[in-house]
């Protein structure tokens, strides 16, 4: 991978955010819509599929700039619409090399996006809500109301942000910084499925940002209703954060358990779609001290994966100020991935990144604020320019 930026120990960037122009942002829009859009203006359909190309895979934001399209049609789309990117709020880069984007959207809301370099890979992890509603005890997000869904546009808008930092256009391009997608940022993807579909749809289409259903990932804390539909229409990776093999404890931790309890969670697991041992769902567990760390709790969950093609992820628990749990020992952590591994579980321990600018897993949180009903009527409504 490229280094697109000087490796500072600690760095942190403030930048302006973009001017509202009132025009419709065509990022978000599936080939269909931009078909229609198209049209609206009195141009043939294949113009769109020249559109979705100029705007996903070469990245280009200067309507001016698209040079196959004609110089009338050019003016047109200007009069109408623009290519806008989500603000930067701020943006800081760890001495590990993990970059976290404090992103801003026209209502002002924020959310974060995080890009963790690895060897072979570099994995963005984006948001899929301002916000959430499941109060998982562990999260930091969970303690953060949910304000709005993300649209489309700014889904979309946050790899589209991170592709820009890395000079990463064309899309189609082999060397990548961005090899991998992970939906583990702020909120529950399966919350807000509609607009995750429509956002997973433009990145893995292959003249679009062209990443790979195999190379992104869903995580959920366990929408059961919806996790069947996400596997048959999208066809991506499932994480599930499981985080605890037992209804009591998980009912504690992450609430949702409550409404769709370990059996039912694991009977959906074992019918996603498209998962066999090549394809195997991750199961998220956070190790929290005396909580669910116990060898117990290791048999357990090897009891309960059995017949699921499933590689487990160990999080330590990255503390936040307040947290009402501690991250289990080293040596915990280690026994707990013993007994998994010999029970034959791939069970590696996830390495905490990006901790010194507050970007590890769980850590995300922005200080949005609960919109008024008039405001979030108005910032959802299909005519008001998104972001
Ligand atoms: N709502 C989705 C995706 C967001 S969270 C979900 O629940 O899967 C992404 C992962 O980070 C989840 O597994 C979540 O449980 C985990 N996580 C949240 N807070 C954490 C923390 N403080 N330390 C470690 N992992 C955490």
């Known amino acids: 991978m490229s280094a697109s930026a000087p490796v500072a120990s600690l760095h942190a960037q403030a930048f302006a955010p973009p001017v509202a122009t009132g025009k419709r942002n065509l990022v978000g829009l599936t080939r269909e819509e931009l078909t229609a859009a198209v049209a609206e203006l009195g141009e043939p359909a294949f113009r769109a599929r020249q559109l979705f190309s100029w705007i996903y895979d070469k990245g280009e934001t200067d309507f001016e700039k698209m040079s196959s399209l004609s110089k009338a049609f050019r003016a047109k789309l200007a009069e109408s619409f623009q290519v806008a990117r989500p603000g930067v709020a701020t943006a800081q880069l760890s001495f590990d090399g993990t970059r976290k984007w404090l992103l801003q959207f026209d ?44 649209g489309p546009a700014e889904i979309v808008g946050q790899v589209m942000l991170a592709k ?15 090899t991998n997608l992970v939906f583990m940022g702020m909120g529950e993807p399966l919350y807000n499925y509609e607009n995750v579909a429509k956002a997973i749809r433009i990145i893995k289409d292959g003249e679009g940002l062209g990443i790979s259903k195999r190379k992104i990932t869903l995580s959920t804390a366990g929408v059961v209703p919806m996790m069947q539909r996400c596997g048959e229409e999208l066809g991506v990776n499932l994480a599930v954060s499981l985080h605890a093999v037992i209804d009591e404890i998980r009912d504690v931790i992450v609430p949702l358990n409550r409404k769709y309890p370990i059996a039912e969670l694991m009977a959906a697991c074992r019918a996603y779609p498209g998962v066999h041992n090549a394809r195997r769902i991750t199961f998220e567990y956070v190790m929290l001290k005396g909580v669910n760390d116990s060898d117990a709790d290791a048999r357990g969950l090897i009891q309960l994966l059995k017949d699921i093609p499933a590689k487990t992820n160990l999080i330590p628990f990255n503390p936040w100020p307040g947290a009402p749990f501690e991250c289990s020992l080293p040596e915990r952590i280690e026994r707990f991935a013993r007994i998994l591994n010999d029970a034959g579980l791939a069970a590696p321990v996830r390495t905490p990144r990006g901790q010194d600018i507050y970007a590890a897993c769980g850590q995300l949180k922005s200080a949005s604020q609960r919109l008024k009903k008039s405001e979030r009527e108005a910032a959802e409504a299909p005519t008001s320019p998104s972001p």
């Open 107 to 150: 209502d002002r809301q924020q959310v974060e996006a995080v890009h963790i370099p690895d060897d072979e890979r570099g994995t963005l992890c984006v948001s899929s809500q301002v916000g959430c509603t499941l109060t998982c005890r562990f999260c930091h997000t969970g303690t953060q109301r949910l304000v709005r869904n993300l």
């Open 164 to 178: 820009d930092h890395f000079g990463e256009w064309p899309a189609s391009r082999p060397e990548r910084d961005i």
